[in-house]
């Protein structure tokens, strides 16, 4: 049995396997479990089959095992496979989708991340998920206060600083004991969850450090340890983008298009992608933005120039991001150091 192109529907327990022949005919169409899916190409490795499946979670497994058998390993974005799938939606019809899909040219394929990379992406998603507890927590915090006529000013900092100068001292605030009692709850959670956060930092500085793809984007205006390793376990290979506007497309930075009969129209960013390695590139570039005049950069003198043209800040903020993802690529790209004066 000769195949052209197989297609897997990725499931946690059962995976659905269409393959098609080299005359574009289904020739296997099978259920495996994992164990037996991974024998099926196991005795198969001398064939170095082509595989495709979904960006999904547990791809970047499977990606690896069929790798290490010798197998030509594809991964597909949902968006490339969509317009493949036939009108009744079923795990058959899905996986015969990806088979056709990976056949098409002008499909985008996603790499397959190292296990670094996922380490990475792991942490950065628990420390994403911490992130939002801790401020959960202060936002419960200051909307249980404000009923007590205790307004905090606003601020992480300042909101520190207050529960450990005047909220837990007896006999600045006048509150009752089963209220003091509960928020003292409340900030020994804040506190161990700030302490879990300030470890993952710890742990990404360490990496960032150490890397040299993380070193070679640190010197980059807007870009931290945060951004760099974040940036880093997106972006399983650079090669995957022919230019940096690739990169600053699959980063969500370039603006959707509403083009038709030879009109150009151009709207707001697409913001397709990666949100949270967005979000932190357009936190990033804020700071630059309003730190631009302490450091001498072409990054900062094209700040000023949007200024003088009236642009508003969040335009500026933006346009510089998608400066800094072309510039990513760049460093990348072409293994050369940034220059903040030739930038």
Not at 115 to 130: G, I, K, N, P, Y
Not at 237 to 248: E, H, K, P, Q, V
Not at 293 to 304: G, L, T, V
Request: glycine share 6%; proline share 3%.
């Amino acid at each position: 049995m000769t195949f052209k192109q197989i297609g897997i529907d990725i499931g946690k327990n059962s995976f659905h396997v269409v393959g098609l022949g080299t005359d574009g005919d289904i020739v296997l169409r099978k259920q495996f479990t994992r164990s037996r899916l991974l024998a099926f190409f196991g005795d198969r490795r001398r064939e170095c089959l082509r595989v495709a499946f979904e960006t999904c979670s547990g791809a970047h497994w499977l990606a690896h095992q069929l790798i290490a058998m010798g197998h030509d390993v594809k991964l597909l974005t949902p968006e490339s496979v969509r317009p493949f799938a036939k009108a009744q939606k079923n795990d058959w019809n899905d996986a015969l989708a990806i088979a056709e899909a990976a056949q098409r040219p002008g499909r985008h394929a996603v790499g397959v991340k190292s296990e670094e990379q996922l380490d990475m992406q792991a942490l950065h998603r628990v420390r994403q998920r911490l992130v939002t507890a801790r401020t959960s927590i202060i936002n419960q915090l200051r909307g249980l206060l404000r009923e007590r006529g205790l307004v905090i000013p606003s601020g992480r900092a300042r909101f520190e600083r207050y529960i450990q100068t005047e909220l837990m001292e007896v006999g600045k605030v006048d509150l009752s004991a089963v209220s003091r009692a509960l928020f003292e709850t409340l900030i020994a959670e804040y506190t161990m969850i700030d302490a879990r956060v300030s470890k993952i930092d710890d742990e990404l500085e360490a990496f960032a450090k150490s890397n040299p793809v993380c070193r070679a984007l640190l010197p980059i205006p807007g870009i931290g340890v945060i951004v760099a390793t974040a940036l880093y376990s997106a972006v399983a290979n650079i090669s995957d983008f022919r230019t940096g506007r690739d990169l600053a497309a699959f980063l969500g930075l370039v603006p959707r298009q509403r083009s038709t009969g030879g009109k150009t129209i151009l709207l707001g960013i697409s913001k397709r992608g990666n949100t949270y390695v967005r979000t932190l590139m357009i936190h990033g570039m804020r700071s630059a933005f309003y730190n631009r005049k302490k450091r001498e950069s072409r990054m900062a003198e094209f700040m000023e120039r949007l200024c003088a043209r009236g642009m508003h800040t969040n335009k500026i903020v933006v346009a510089s991001a998608n400066k800094v993802a072309r510039i990513v690529w760049a460093v990348l790209s072409r293994n050369k150091p940034f220059q903040p004066i030739a930038a």
